[in-house]
């Protein structure tokens, strides 16, 4: 078996892959853990997104959980940062978020965060998966100390008081576009915006249990840009299903990725004196022109592996206080753990206020360079090709040579989903995408053989 843990948890098909005995099993074994690394009775907090498994996979950690002697704190449906923000406010010694973030209804995940609030470290992860893989029944508890459940009835809006106070002033007289991708954000976002004075029109907010993320959020935009200009809204924002990212549409309906709204951030945040060491943190994936437009704004750069969590790393590493992802996934580290997709929209719109400009004059400051991504279907035995498949090899060199200077080219295996990612970006698209094919053509030929 290849490792259970990812770049962003345990991810796979609620049911099959993910199913209840592995769930009841991760939680026997995040709470063992937990046990040897405290001194006391550990107590877990649990949330979840909208997903129909959510609710089966929840029974599933509870139980294992409090088998082992600890005990659950379950927080109901709520987005993955909030978690996160909990977990210290609770003073609890971990947290679990059942989701599968962008992943369609299928799929869900467990992510567990430590007491401070941040993902585990690998060598934590590893020391529960070596666990999870073991006999279990040595650690089982009867009587009295079995462990107890309880219920947190306040959680929700108690993150939400967070995300305002994050808050410097109000955003009275703001209209903006809410897309919840009928995830998390369903629970937190009309409360949110109301709480800032901001009159929000929400879309997607109904859950079903099986509508979540299903074209809509952040990676379906479409249905944002009609409906926000039919408000005439100054702004809309989108959420994944468990609103740790968010992507913007300015008053125009063009999108904002998260490179964009990393550079209105960071000039923003030097302007006044706030971004710690002039700095901010990027992923090895962020657009080309992003680096242009640091190099000109006087904003040092760090790139890191691609993975919020390796972002937060280096921002921790070296005492940098924003950091984030094309994806959507920002970090603002004097206010959260992780990626936080509403502190994002509400932190972009109260940039618009104190600037006095529509989001597309300060989305103009960065210049995307065009950008293909081709996503190839590839299993654990697939990714291998690109460390071992001299052809691949050799393809991606030449290719990356006729490039030169005016482009780049990154291929990767996702952490968290079961394909191979050609990027390349340049000024030129039509060579770019030939360029791309080309790549991703080769691998898939030495995949199949």
Do not use: W
């Amino acid at each position: 078996m290849g490792r259970l843990f990812g770049t962003d948890g345990v991810r796979g098909i609620a049911g099959t892959e993910l199913t209840c005995e592995l769930a009841m099993r991760i939680g026997r074994a995040a709470a063992v853990v937990l046990t040897r690394h405290t001194s006391h009775k550990p107590r877990l907090v649990i949330g979840k997104d909208t997903r129909l498994s959510s609710d089966m996979l929840e029974a599933a950690m509870t139980a294992g959980i409090c088998s082992v002697g600890a005990d659950a704190e379950v927080l109901g449906v709520i987005p993955t940062p909030a978690v996160a923000y909990l977990v210290k406010q609770y003073k609890a010694d971990a947290g679990i978020m059942i989701s599968a973030s962008h992943n369609p209804m299928e799929f869900n995940g467990i992510k567990l965060f430590n007491a401070e609030g941040y993902k585990l470290s690998d060598s934590l992860e590893d020391e529960i998966e070596e666990i999870v893989s073991g006999d279990l029944a040595q650690y089982l508890k009867s009587g009295a100390e079995i462990g107890r459940i309880s219920y947190a009835d306040n959680a929700a809006a108690d993150y939400v008081k967070h995300l305002v106070d994050s808050v410097d002033g109000d955003l009275r007289g703001m209209a903006v576009a809410v897309d919840c991708a009928n995830g998390s954000a369903s629970v937190t976002a009309e409360a949110l915006f109301k709480g800032l004075g901001a009159q929000p029109f929400l879309i997607n907010n109904e859950p079903d249990g099986i509508n979540i993320n299903d074209r809509c959020g952040s990676t379906h935009m479409e249905s944002l840009v009609n409906f926000m200009k039919a408000k005439h809204c100054a702004l809309g924002v989108a959420f994944d299903g468990d609103a740790d990212r968010c992507l913007a549409v300015d008053e125009d309906g063009i999108q904002l990725d998260g490179d964009k709204m990393l550079a209105i951030f960071s000039k923003h945040m030097k302007k006044n004196q706030k971004l710690a060491k002039d700095t901010v943190v990027v992923t090895v994936m962020s657009n080309l022109g992003f680096f242009h437009f640091a190099e000109q704004e006087g904003v040092q750069t760090l790139a890191a592996k691609v993975g919020d969590r390796y972002v937060l790393e280096e921002m921790l590493k070296g005492g940098y206080c924003l950091g984030g992802e094309q994806s959507g996934h920002i970090i603002f580290g004097d206010y959260a753990t992780t990626g936080d997709g509403q502190l994002s929209a509400v932190k972009l719109m109260s940039v618009m206020k104190k600037e006095r400009k529509a989001l597309s004059e300060l989305g103009a400051v960065m210049e995307r360079y065009p950008q293909v991504l081709v996503n190839i279907k590839a299993d654990d035995i697939g990714k291998r090709v690109l460390e071992e498949d001299e052809t691949v090899k050799g393809t991606i060199e030449a290719q990356t040579g006729e490039l030169g200077s005016d482009g780049r080219i990154l291929v990767r295996a996702s952490g968290t989903e079961p394909l191979i990612r050609v990027m390349v970006e340049g000024k030129n698209f039509d060579a770019i995408n030939r360029c791309a094919l080309k790549i991703a053509n080769v691998i898939k030929e030495q995949i199949g053989k």
